[in-house]
């Protein structure tokens, strides 16, 4: 294979990963203090679950922009040799997302503790805890549709 295959692959591997990181980190974030809240009240488990897996969806989109590039180079339907020009090109346009993917999936992991919080004290307020960190995620999606579209516009 050739160089600009080579940048392409590290667009796929920078999307993938470090969407996977930010989601890794926020449920993690999350999950702490949903253990510290189940220490004390294990009824409130199934609300807790749902603001612990919040963050991580940032790992899903870096992984559908990945596989959008494999998909524009053919990497599973058998690869074409790309120009270097392009393979670069390929491996900026993995940026949005994986970086709005490892940024928000911390500060989504932060924002559902805080929810944690909130439905620890005051289980009646679970729609309020689900909305503010799903508004952080709202910038994961537009990465990933930045992604998106910078992908549908590079010509191999």
Do not use: N
């Not at 392009?86 to 997302?97: I, M, R």
């Not at 909130?118 to 909305?131: Q, Y």
């Amino acid at each position: 294979m050739d160089f600009g295959f080579a940048l392409a692959l590290a667009g796929v591997a920078a999307s993938v990963l470090l969407g996977g990181i930010g989601s890794a980190w926020g449920v993690a974030i999350a999950g702490e203090a949903a253990g510290g809240v189940l220490t004390e009240d294990p009824e409130k488990f199934g609300r807790l679950l749902v603001m612990v897996a919040l963050p991580g969806t940032q790992g899903f989109y870096g992984f559908l922009g990945g596989f959008y590039i494999m998909m524009k180079i053919g990497l599973l339907t058998g690869a074409a040799p790309i120009s270097t020009m392009a393979g670069l090109q390929l491996l900026f346009a993995a940026l949005p997302v994986g970086m709005t993917g490892l940024v928000s999936g911390i500060y989504q992991g932060k924002a559902s503790a805080a929810g944690i919080h909130l439905i620890a004290k005051r289980p009646e307020e679970m729609g309020k805890a689900i909305i503010i960190p799903a508004m952080v995620e709202t910038y994961a999606v537009i990465g990933l549709l930045a992604t998106i579209l910078m992908v549908s516009g590079i010509i191999l």
